[in-house]
C-alpha cells in the first residue's frame, strides 16, 4: 500500500535561519506531488508541484523553494525563514490529475 | 487560481442533527469535487468526491449534492455525531488544468455538541 512520509511534525526556527522538510511517498511511482501551506482562517494553498524529477511549478512567490531530487522525494527549503513563514505544510501526493490526494500529516512550524 | 468560496466559517450542530456545508466555485471547467475532513494536528484525508456527471452521490451518512447551473455543491452530513467534529473542506480541479492541484475552500470547522 502507498505511505506518505513528512517529517518533523514540529519545528520552531529562528528568523534568518535555514528550513529544510522532507517528504517521501512509498508504494507508487512517479507520483504527482504538492506542497500546501495552511494558514489559520485561510484553507490550503498550494505552494509548489511537480510531475516529475526536477520539474518544480510554483504557485505564489515566496520565500520558500521547492526541489525534488529522487522520484518519491520532495523537498521544501528557505535559506533565510521570515516570521510570515510560520504556518502548517502539508506535503501531498495523487497519482493521477483529478484523483484522490493523499496527505501527509504535516510540519507545524514556528519562526520565532 | 480560480476560487472555490466555502461557508459557513464555523457550525455548531447538535448530535443527531443535520450539518450542512456549501461551496460555490467560479470556474466552469472544473469537474472533480472532493470534500475532505481533517482532525487537528493531523493532515486532511478525503471524505467523500463527486464528479458533474451526478447531481448527488452519498456514502453512509455523508451526502455531497451538486449542482451543476449554480456552480454550487454542498456537503450533507445526518445524524452528526460528536466524532464528526473536524475541519472540513471543499475542493475542486480540472482535469484540463495540468497538475497543479487542487484548489479549496477556506475551511468549516464544525463542532457537534452532545
Known sequence: SQT??????????PVGSPLSLECTVEGTSNPNLYWYRQAAGRGLQLLFYSVGIGQISSEVPQNLSASRPQDRQFILSSKKLLLSDSGFYLCAWNTQVNTEAFFGQGTRLTVV | QQQVKQSPQSLIVQK??????????????????????????????LLIAIRPDVSEKKEGRF???????????????????PGDSATYFCAASDSGGGADGLTFGKGTHLIIQP
Open chain 1, 4 to 13: 506518505i512520509h513528512q517529517w518533523p511534525a514540529t519545528l520552531v526556527q
Open chain 2, 16 to 45: 443527531g442533527g443535520i450539518s450542512i456545508i456549501n461551496c460555490a466555485y467560479e470556474n466552469t471547467a472544473f469537474d472533480y469535487f472532493p470534500w475532505y475532513q481533517q482532525f487537528p494536528g493531523k493532515g486532511p484525508a
Open chain 2, 63 to 81: 451526502t455531497i449534492s451538486f449542482n451543476k447551473s449554480a456552480k454550487q455543491f454542498s456537503l450533507h452530513i445526518m445524524d452528526s455525531q
